[in-house]
């Protein structure tokens, strides 16, 4: 029908009678819409209605064109060479047209012509850069002429922003798009605000520097009444941060945080986490930051901000006393916010005696008076009052259980303490109880080898761990890819790993099998979990599943295996099983029974404790060890690895590596990672290495300690996988290799 009747309405299109042409431009969009082919055929017609004076004409000629545009990339062609002047020329007429009451809405002459001609001059004008230039002029009168205290000429002023934003514009007439954007800033009405951030938004990546002019009035809107305002606001505001502004805006966030409303403070608190993580460059300055973000709304911290919080103060060793110092006291002032209990109480528990003594102080740091007694006060306080998180009272207990150790005098306090929670309805804190009380009361000897100061937690393996998590949380969401927002960038020596997964390292045709892993099952108490590794459930070579009630105190003593630091596959762990009756994990311990030794428990009907049976000559410190000859365990242009060997003749599955690293080129390596991965049957535990810079020229070289146990010594030899990462003059590099040259007996 579109098709026959096409002819009639080319031929109505012609008519004298003005409301004829304007229903029959109306009626040719519409057969436009429904036969696309037929679009040139109204091309020289339409062009030729905007030429008439009557607005209702020239409203119906513009969709007309609209349409056009939108159907054929032939009519877009023709209407940029044909129409770009007559648009121009009604814009100018009605922009200074005198007053007219049949058009005039508000004191404003046709808004309605106005929005629609520049709706069209956008399409034509994007991609086009003599279009644009044509219409930049007539923009920047409209820009400028419109009156923006009235409703009408607002709406015209957005569309004139939209309009220069899609086109090719210069850059002066941009910068004025977005100050009107600014001063929509300053509106009492809600609705131009939130119009203005939304497109203030789309306008960052055409001139970020123009917006950052705006930066002041952007944030008094993150505390605007409005919550649709707020979260634009807010985005908008972490959309500018970049390195030169991260601490004034993350200065004003914070304070904000303080007086913002408890529905917005969770978003709040996501955006400054996120930013100060992304852009700080020193590491007292996160740490700051973070403390004030904990003191402020730890309840709305995310668990996994409060891991890396506590992986990066693992790391920074300089500004460990410092820390648990500030975290002391925002525990005093702000006690009931859950996260900063946590992060405060596992400081305090490692760091208590530079709590007490007041080491590692820093310039202009006041001096912080806490007795041995005060350290202990504040964590039982701290389990008092968060009796009901069975996380954070956990952690509350192995800090407990660690100040024992490190204060001796508390130490029979803290049984005290810790036998309360016997007869906790909560069973991890019912079973904590008993077993810490246990260590307490009867292995004086082998305690301050147990509760010694966990090792540097492995920052690389923990972003590989997170960005990881993060990608799979995205693929559940059914989202499209994202680039992330990129981990800790902080100066701490550790490059950021490369995307691949460790797993990859694990091809290893020795045994036809990769290497197990412990996995450990997500439940609400994540963060305990990853901070110290309890909860999971570890599966042994011959897989046969622990019971979890004895495996939680095996995995945070590491008793029964030997967990890597490096985050590394490939280690088994013993089994333990299940134990049908209380017993003591730990009675009877010989004060000379080294804890890494410990044999595999079986099945038993009374009480008893893992640790009985023990020989008591076992040294703690090992035995002697026998040598055996330095491999070249891989060399190519830029990088040599020498392996020195050393086994203990008590048991000669256990082989301890000394590795040294040397740089063949003229250009030094920083941000040096060595990481190994062995067949299932293979135990490896990495140490940390000497240093993260291997000198040039072969000048000096970076040493790390590798111990592997082969559990089928003289039956399968020794096999590695190993990869190297490092940066020169900051571009990223990789190099991996096999080792199959071990000496034979090994």
């Known amino acids: 029908m579109a098709r026959d009747l096409s002819p009639e309405v080319e031929r ?9 042409k304007k229903k029959a431009a109306l009626c040719s969009i519409r057969i436009v819409r429904k036969v696309p082919d037929l679009a040139e055929n109204f091309m020289a017609l339409a062009a030729s209605l905007l030429k008439e004076k009557h607005h209702g004409v020239l409203i119906s000629a513009i969709q007309l064109c609209t349409e056009l545009c939108k159907a054929s990339k032939d009519a877009l062609e023709y209407l940029r060479k044909n129409c770009i002047e007559g648009l121009v020329r009604i814009l100018r007429d009605v922009s200074n047209s005198s007053y007219a009451p049949e058009y005039d809405v508000s004191g404003i002459a046709d808004p309605f012509l106005h929005i629609r001609v520049l709706k069209l001059m956008r399409i034509l004008g994007q991609g086009d850069a003599d279009c644009s230039e044509y219409m930049n002029d007539i923009l920047a009168q409209v820009a400028t002429k419109t009156e923006s205290n009235k409703n009408a000429g607002n709406a015209i002023l957005y569309e004139c922003v939209q309009t220069i934003m899609g086109i090719e514009a210069t850059s002066g007439l941009r910068v004025l798009a977005i100050n009107i954007l600014g001063r929509f800033l300053s509106n009492r009405d809600n609705n131009i605000r939130y119009v203005a951030l939304n497109m203030l938004m789309r306008a960052i990546a055409v001139d970020v520097l123009a917006v950052q002019r705006h930066r002041t009035t952007i944030l008094e809107c993150v505390k605007d009444a409005d919550a649709s305002i707020r979260k634009r606001a807010l985005e908008l505001v972490f959309l500018l941060v970049n390195d030169t502004n991260v601490e004034p805006l993350t200065k004003e966030l914070i304070d904000y945080l303080s007086i913002a409303d408890p529905d917005f403070k969770g978003d709040l608190t996501a955006k400054i986490c996120s930013i100060v993580e992304k852009f700080s460059q020193e590491k007292l300055w996160y740490l700051d930051q973070m403390i004030k973000v904990l003191s402020l709304a730890g309840n709305h911290v995310k668990d996994d901000v409060c891991h890396a919080l506590i992986v990066v103060l693992s790391n920074a060793s300089e500004l460990q006393g410092y820390s648990v110092r500030s975290l002391y006291k925002a525990l005093q002032a702000y006690g009931k916010q859950g996260s900063l209990v946590r992060v405060a109480v596992w400081c305090i528990g490692e760091y208590g005696e530079m709590l007490v003594n007041n080491v590692g102080m820093l310039d202009g740091e006041e001096p912080v008076t806490v007795t041995e007694s005060g350290a202990v006060d504040a964590v039982e306080i701290a389990l008092n009052c968060h ?6 009272g956990a952690m509350c207990l192995v800090a407990l259980l660690k100040l024992s150790s490190r204060f001796p005098s508390t130490s029979e306090r803290v049984k005290q303490i810790v036998a309360r929670n016997k007869e906790n309805v909560v069973l991890e804190l019912q079973q904590r109880s008993i077993e810490f009380s246990s260590i307490i009361q009867r292995h004086q000897s082998i305690r301050s080898s147990l509760l010694e100061r966990m090792p540097v937690l492995d920052e690389a393996s923990y972003l590989v761990k997170r960005a990881t998590a993060t990608q799979a949380t995205i693929s559940a969401d059914k989202l499209a890819p994202t680039v992330a927002p990129g981990g800790l960038k902080l100066p701490n020596g550790v490059a950021k790993p490369t995307s ?17 892993t412990t996995t450990s099952t997500t439940t609400s108490n ?22 979890a009630s004895t495996d939680i105190l095996m995995d945070l003593l590491s008793i029964g295996s030997s967990p890597s630091q490096n985050g590394t596959p490939g280690q088994e762990s013993k089994p333990v099983h299940a134990v049908p009756e209380a017993i003591d994990l730990l009675g009877s311990l010989s004060s ?10 079986h099945l038993v009907s009374q009480d008893m404790d893992l640790l009985d049976g023990l020989s008591s000559s076992t040294s703690v410190s090992g035995l002697e060890k026998t040598v055996h000859p330095s ?20 048991n000669p ?54 111990n592997v146990t082969n559990n089928q010594q003289g039956q399968k030899p020794l096999a590695m996988r190993i990869r190297m990462s490092y940066k020169v003059n900051g571009e990223d590099r990789l190099e991996q290799g096999q080792v199959s040259n071990f000496p034979s007996g090994l």
């Open 653 to 706: 599955r256990e082989t301890t590596i000394h590795a040294t690293f040397t740089n063949l080129t003229s250009s030094t390596y920083t941000d040096f990672i060595f990481q190994a991965a062995v067949p299932k049957f293979i135990q490896l535990k990495l140490d940390p290495a000497s240093g993260n810079t291997v000198p040039a020229n072969g000048n000096g070289s970076v040493t790390q300690g590798l």
């Open 387 to 392: 009796s009901a998180d069975a996380t954070t």
């Open 592 to 601: 000379t029974t080294s804890v890494s030794e410990t044999k595999p428990t």
């Open 500 to 516: 691949a997964p460790l797993a990859d390292l694990l091809d290893l045709s020795s045994d036809g099998a990769p290497a197990s």
């Open 12 to 20: 109505l299109m012609r008519s004298r009678e003005v409301n004829t």
């Open 631 to 650: 491999i070249t365990a891989f060399q190519s242009a830029t990088l040599k690895i020498t392996f020195d060997f050393k086994r203990q003749p008590g």
């Open 526 to 547: 994540g963060f305990l979990q990853d901070l110290l590794g309890i909860g999971g459930v570890s599966t042994a070579t011959t897989g046969v599943p622990s019971i």
